[in-house]
T-cell receptor, first 117, second 117 residues
Framework: GAVVSQHPSWVICKSGTSVKIECRSL??????MFWYRQFPKQSLMLMAT?????????EQGVEKDKFLINHASLTLSTLTVTSAHPEDSSFYIC?????????????FGPGTRLTVL | AQTVTQSQPEMSVQEAETVTLSCTYD???????LFWYKQPPSRQMILVIR????KQQNATENRFSVNFQKAAKSFSLKISDSQLGDAAMYFC??????????????WGLGTSLAVNP
């Protein structure tokens, strides 16, 4: 149990286009999901916390108008990178908290590699 | 603010041997969670082990165990009988217990573990 999927696993797009990444909890409900960005050989950088039915909470320095997050249901959150530029190229990872449970552990998706040309 | 420090950027171990990865953290809270996550070359983050600070007993999961020293704010991971599949980045993470809507993890920078045959 506690499987999280991401789609697509990799995407290549042209500069100026928008890209949507989906994060799904497959076998549990998640009121809270997280979006991370990871550069090669570095730790995870939290971008935003996504709560079902409410606005996402963005970390300092993350442009909310550029990285649009929608958590429309208890099993789906989406991250849209708008007007993507080469500097947005990165590995994006989502995670979901399985609730209600005493463990409250984050389970991670397999990640999405975004390359902006 | 809480911080997590992993002082060993890289470690190596011989197959079948034991290795210990260090993690220290700083917090003024008395109740919290600590985690070790593994990120193999596939980049899928996998939960290795979880420890609740209010539990004195060290968590164990098969070949993985922790040495949790609350007073010293230390949370090391011991991998016994190392296997080639243990080669990965290992991240230590902290989360406050009474999170409310704030369930975000505080991450260390990671330790890259190589397993030599």
């Amino acid at each position: 149990g506690a499987v999280v999927s991401q789609h697509p696993s990799w995407v290549i797009c042209k500069s100026g286009t928008s890209v949507k990444i989906e994060c799904r909890s497959l076998d549990f409900q998640a009121t809270t999901m997280f979006w991370y960005r990871q550069f090669p050989k570095q730790s995870l950088m939290l971008m935003a916390t996504s709560n079902e039915g409410s606005k996402a909470t963005y970390e300092q320095g993350v442009e909310k108008d550029k990285f649009l997050i929608n958590h429309a249901s208890l099993t789906l959150s989406t991250l849209t990178v708008t007007s993507a530029h080469p500097e947005d190229s990165s590995f994006y990872i989502c995670s979901a908290c399985r609730l209600p449970t005493a463990t409250d552990t984050q389970y991670f998706g397999p990640g999405t590699r975004l390359t902006v040309l | 603010a809480q911080t997590v420090t992993q002082s060993q950027p890289e470690m190596s171990v011989q197959e079948a041997e034991t290795v210990t990865l260090s993690c220290t953290y700083d917090t003024s809270e008395s109740d919290y969670y600590l985690f070790w996550y593994k990120q193999p070359p596939s980049r899928q983050m996998i939960l290795v082990i979880r420890q609740e600070a209010y539990k004195q007993q060290n968590a164990t999961e098969n070949r993985f165990s922790v040495n949790f020293q609350k007073a010293a704010k230390s949370f090391s991971l011991k991998i016994s009988d190392s296997q080639l599949g243990d080669a990965a980045m290992y991240f230590c993470a902290y989360r406050t217990l009474n999170a409310g809507n704030n369930r975000k993890l505080i991450w260390g920078l990671g330790t890259s573990l190589a397993v030599n045959p």
